[in-house]
Each structure stands twice: as C-alpha cells, then as structure tokens.
C-alpha cells in the first residue's frame, strides 16, 4: 500500500505545459474524391513509408503505423487560416498545405489499463481530485491537407496527420490502439458528414464543399473536446482559484499562467477555425444555384454551424473569463492580508518602542535584587509609555471591527439614530475612565507615594469592573423603568374602572325609573307636588309606574 500511494504521489505531474511537446502519432490519410457523391469516398490511412511505396488503398479500415516527422517542405508550404484554403483550388499543382488544427481527449485509465491495476488508478485519481489536478490526458492535432487534381480530373485529397503531447502524457500511453485514435475519431465524424455533404456536390463547388465538410468535422470535434475539457479539467481545479478557500500563493499562480496561456491557445485557435469555416460556407452558398432545393437545407446546414461556432466562443469566453475573475479576488483577498500584516507590524512597533525606550531611560546599572523601589518607577514607565499605546491598539481594532459591522447594520434606522451612539458612548467612557486611573495611579506612585498609587490602580480596575456590572444594568432600568411603570398604572386604572362600571348602570337605571314616573303623573294631570313620593309609589300599581307612549294625544 505504501509503495502505491508513492507511486500515485510521484505521478502526479503539474498541469501539461504545450512547451514540452513531443510528437507521439503521425499518418497520412488518402481520400478519392466522388464528384457526384453518389458513393462513399475511398479513404486509406498509411505510415509516410507505405505513402512513398505506393501501397494499395485500404477502403474503411486502420492499419497501425510507424511514428515520423514531417519532411521540412512540407512543413516550411504549411498555412492556417482563410487564404491557405482558397489555394486550394485557385493555385495549380503542386498546391501549399492548409492546417487544420484541434486537440483530443482520451480516456486515461484506459491507456494504464495494462500496467497498473484498478485499485491504484481510483488512487491516483482521488490524490489527483485532492491536489487539484485532473487525470484527464489531451494531445494536440495537425492535419496538413493538399488537393490534387489528375489528368484525367478525379480530385483526391491528401492529409497528414501529426499529434503532438506533452512529455508526461507521452509515457503513459502503452496502448497502441490509442496512437490512432485521434484519426479514427476525425475519418468517423468526416463520414457522418457526407452523409449530408455527397448529394450536394457539384463540379463548381466540389473542391469547396469537400473543404467545408473536412473543417466542419474538425469543427465539431473541437467543440467536443472543449466541453470534456471544461467538464473534466476546468470545473475540478476551480477550487485552487477559490478566494473563499485558498490565498494567491506561487503554486496557485503558476497553475493560473499555466491555465491562462492554455486557454489563450484555445481562444485563438477557435477563434481562428470559426472564421475560416464561416467564410467557407459563404463561398459554398454563394456557388449554389438558387433556383435548386438544395439551397434551403444548406441554410440549415450553415445555422448549424454557426451555432455551433457561437458556441466554441461561448465556452472559450466563459473559462477565460472564470479564470480572469478568480484572479482578481484572490489577488484583493492578498493585497487585504498584507494590509493586515502592516498593521500588524505596526501595532507591535508601537509595543516594543516604548520598551525599548523605557530600558534607555532607566537604564539599569544595577542588579535585579538591588533595584528596591526602582522596579516600579521601570514597569511604570513601561506602563505609562504603554497606555497610550494600548489605547491606540484598541481604538484601531475597534475601529475596524465596527467598519466591518456597520457595512451590514448601517442601512437600519434604530443603528444609526439609537445603537451606535450607545455603543460608541459606552465604548469611549470606558476607555477614558481606564486610562485615566492607570495614568493616575502611576503618576502619584512615580512622584509621590508608591503604595498611594497602587491603591489607587488596586481600586480603579475594581471600580470599572464594577462599572462594566452596573451601567448596563442602569442602562436597562433607565430605558424600561418608566414603560414598567406606565404598564403598572394603565392596569390599575382599569381594574379601577371594572369596579365602578355596575354602580353607573344601576344609577342610570333608577334615573330612567323616575323620568318615567313623572312623565305619567303629568299626563293624568294630578299635581304630585303635595304628595310625598314614598305615598306616590305605593299608591301607583306596577303597571302605571310605566309610560305607556301609545296612549298619549297630541
């Protein structure tokens, strides 16, 4: 177990750096080109050797081959771009290289397939999650194509094929079959295409569309290879990027140049394919005859391709862009902590100057036992020297805790009109009050009496630790004291209130009675002035007492 977990951990290189390619594959594919498109074109795959010999055509099927470089005119007749693919069919034999270029992905597990076992690939693969490395393998793509034209006007096409990696990804290939894949992945997406490509073939825009369909296949598989790389690569390394997680450190920023320059590379080889795609399919739609069905799909074909060019530069922008701003907080997050670390120096300056300058002032000439009351007059030079120092320490730290505090709480209107008065009142009363005693205590102990000054520094500390009890607690009463006693007399005026209410019903009640015995005595026209009221009562029935509205006239 030992000796894989060291192995995985030596295997774990650094990002793959374009610097130190070397060329691991190379072929050379010969397609006969069907004018009509009524058949499939004739494609063999070949080593430069068999190419030079003239071996027979292989029709769909892959031979392995020996590993070459290309010749040097061949390389120094080589162009990108626009104007390399238009020499194609405006330049007579023999006509310059057009270069399409494209990266691959593989599967690295299984390439190690056959050296190393299941457990130490799903080891290697975790350690490499964990340091921020991805296991994913890609090698770069060179496709070199010429057109020639025979006598007899059969139009064939040659390409050569060179895939180039970095060191590292080159010895962890040991699968043979693998050499081939990136060709073998370009011929089946090619074939796709012609499906689509053949019947619209005629012989004014053959050696165009031909030219179309090989960087429309390449454009394809770049826009593959880009989601693998965003899915695979990107997304796992994005927490080396993170400022919540990591700080700018050399590591990370090596890792942040090797991305960026590989990005960049990215950037302008889309950039590059797009464009020169794009205008190929101009060429072919301006040759179409507009009077032919075909041109309808080949609208459709040429939406298809440039959505699928918006996206390559979508995607391009996004890592680029994801990159760019993960730089610039991790580069704030930094110039934050340095901003920290002066402040910090700072403080402890101001702590070790006024030692410094207290040992000058006493300089002690004497032994330690020996000193007697001088220690004190030493400690209270520091101290004296100290206080101010620790009263700036404390109105910096507070200072910039409240700054962080109030960027969230300063929007409210009970913080600013209530709160924050409170708080800094509170907070500079007890910093004077402190400093003041410890100033005090020291001055009457250096000037005048020793013990006198310790009693007074004895009682003060004991006084503002006293007042750190009582003042909120004062606070509190002060602020709730008069609610508590409005709260205390609301309710006994209405328990008050409750008790009187039956005495004011029965006394309404009684005025209602007498209203009606008066209203009754007058309408029977009897004079009730001689008459006591008691008499009057007990001589009226129950039902007289009442008045009845309905028996009086007008």
Not at 31 to 37: C, N, R
Not at 351 to 373: E, T, Y
Not at 514 to 532: C, F, H, K, M, W
Request: proline share 4%; charged share 25%.
């Amino acid at each position: 177990m030992d000796s894989l977990i060291f192995r995985a951990l030596m295997g774990l290189s650094f990002p793959q750096d374009s610097r130190e390619e070397v060329q691991s594959e190379s072929s050379v594919i010969k397609i006969q080109i069907d004018p009509v498109g009524s058949s499939e074109d004739m494609i063999c795959v070949e080593s430069l050797e068999q190419s030079q010999r003239g071996i027979d055509r292989i029709v769909g099927r892959f031979v392995p081959k020996n590993k070459f470089k290309s010749p040097p005119e061949i390389v120094e007749n080589s162009a990108t771009g626009f104007r390399a693919a238009t020499r194609q069919w405006r330049d007579a034999n023999p006509r310059p290289w057009c270069i399409l270029e494209g990266y691959h992905i593989f599967d690295s597990g299984l390439s190690k397939s056959t050296i190393v076992s299941k457990a130490f690939r799903y080891m290697k693969k975790e350690l490499a999650e964990i340091s921020g490395q991805s296991d994913l393998l890609w090698r770069r793509t060179v496709r070199r194509l010429q057109l020639e034209s025979d006598h007899d006007g059969v139009l064939r096409a040659l390409i050569v094929c060179e895939t180039y990696s970095a060191k590292s990804v080159a010895t962890k290939i040991r699968n043979n079959s693998l050499l081939l894949a990136p060709t073998k992945r370009f011929l089946t997406e090619f074939r796709q295409l012609g499906e689509i490509y053949r019947p619209r073939r005629t012989s004014r825009n053959l050696e165009q569309i031909f030219q179309l369909q090989l960087h429309h296949a390449n454009l394809n598989l770049f826009s593959d290879f880009l989601q693998s790389f965003a899915t695979d690569y990107a997304a796992p390394r994005m927490f080396m990027f993170d400022s919540r997680e990591v700080e700018l450190r050399r590591w990370n920023l090596k890792a942040i140049m090797t991305d960026s320059h590989l990005y960049r590379q990215f950037s302008s080889l889309g950039a590059e394919l797009t464009t020169t795609t794009e205008s190929l399919l101009d060429i072919v739609l301006a040759l179409e005859d507009s009077a032919r069905q075909d041109v309808t799909e080949l609208t459709v074909l040429g939406a298809e391709i440039r959505g699928c060019s918006k996206d390559i530069m979508t995607r391009l922008s996004r890592l680029s862009d994801d990159l760019d701003h993960n730089l610039q907080l991790l580069r704030l997050s930094k110039d934050m902590n340095q901003s920290g670390n002066v402040q910090m120096l700072t403080l402890l300056a101001t702590i070790f100057l006024p030692l410094s300058l207290s040992a000058g002032v006493l300089s002690m000439q004497s032994r330690f036992k020996d000193l007697g009351d001088l220690l004190y007059d030493f400690f209270g030079v520091v101290v004296l020297l100290g206080a101010g120092v620790a009263l700036l320490v404390t109105v910096m730290l507070l200072f910039s805790s409240m700054k962080e505090l109030e960027s969230r709480l300063f929007k409210y209107h009970w913080y600013k009109a209530i709160l924050r008065p409170v708080i800094l009142l509170t907070i500079s009363g007890i910093t004077f009050t402190l400093g003041a005693l410890v100033l005090a205590s020291f001055l009457v102990g250096m000037f005048k009496d020793v013990v006198l000054g310790a009693k007074i520094l004895g009682y003060g500390i004991a006084a503002a630790i006293g007042a750190l009890v009582v003042i909120p607690y004062g606070t509190l009463l002060v602020f709730w004291f008069p609610n508590l006693w409005e709260f205390g007399g609301s309710k006994k005026k209405k328990q008050s209130d409750v008790k009187s209410e039956p005495k004011g019903k029965e006394a309404a009640a009684d005025g209602s009675q007498e209203a009606g015995v008066t209203i009754q005595a007058d309408l029977n026209g009897v004079d009730d002035s001689s008459t006591p009221p008691a008499a009057r009562a007990g001589d009226e029935s129950p039902e007289k007492s009442i008045p009845n509205v309905t028996e009086v006239g007008p």
